[in-house]
């Protein structure tokens, strides 16, 4: 069912600044950044190899993602998985006893499919299915 670690997402408090610094530090670099209003995020992927790191920001202080800031400070926040279909992943994994946050799944960054599973039930990770 899983063809890659699509990305592992981490929670920043200042996208430029984490951008700099994983390129000085990692000689990673930017291969595509997006803002996404529906989730209140702003993203920065980083290519490694087939799979990305994922910098992610809140764009406003009400996004699930600045409240993780708030709660848990800035670190790893979700791992995307790759898979060929996502909907029959999410039935899987629901089937499994995973608990959805996405019932259906809906639009992601860069023309992907996604859909979020919490991570109550998923042993504390908070997981992403990813099609292309
Ligand atoms: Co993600």
Redesign the pocket.
Known sequence: MLTEID?V?IAVRDLDTAIAWYRDALGAEVEHRERAESDGVEEALLAVADSYV?L?TPTRDDSPVAKFLEKRGEGLH?I?YRVEDCASALERMVQAGATPIDEAPRP?SRNTT?AFIHPKGSFGTLI?L?EE
């Open positions: 990305h997402a994922q992610i979700h995307g992601g996604i992403e990813v």
